[in-house]
């Protein structure tokens, strides 16, 4: 599998999973779970993250983050979303300084504030 292909391959996967045994696949019990469930799995992963970054292996972040862009892309399935929404708003922004965006928006704030 080409890596540039992963998150349409794994949002084709996660789709087929919406009829599937949540006895047999994870992504089906997150789905059985509702919104609850995949967001609490968010909030953990995303600590997760936050922890990994304060260590000095590097394996170990990409692991983590790997985790949390795997259940933010549960939770948009479960929206009937999926990662190509979020590639086509990263692609809108593409070139657009955050400072100028936030500046439009009329807010002195540095983006990191
Ligand atoms: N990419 C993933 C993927 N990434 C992470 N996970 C699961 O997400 C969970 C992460 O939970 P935790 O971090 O809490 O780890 P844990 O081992 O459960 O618990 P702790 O060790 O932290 O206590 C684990 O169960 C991982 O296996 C994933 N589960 C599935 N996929 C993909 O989804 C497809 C469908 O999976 P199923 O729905 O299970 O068939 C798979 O073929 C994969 O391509």
Redesign the pocket.
């Known amino acids: 599998m080409s890596n540039s292909d992963i998150l349409s ?2 949002d084709a ?2 789709s087929k ?1 919406r009829n ?1 045994d949540p006895g ?7 789905y059985a779970g509702g919104t609850p469930a995949i967001t609490a ?1 968010i909030t ?2 995303a600590a ?1 993250v936050v922890e990994a970054a304060a260590e000095a292996d590097d394996g170990h972040l990409v692991h ?1 983050i ?2 949390l862009w ?2 933010t ?1 549960v939770l948009l399935q479960a929206r009937g979303l999926n990662a190509a929404a979020v590639q086509a708003e990263l692609a809108r922004r593409f070139g657009v300084s955050g400072i100028e965006e936030k500046a439009a928006r009329g807010s002195s704030d540095t983006p990191a504030n």
């Open positions: 391959q794994l996967a996660l999973r599937a047999k696949s994870y992504t089906a019990s997150l799995k953990e992963e997760e983590e790997a985790d795997f259940h892309m």
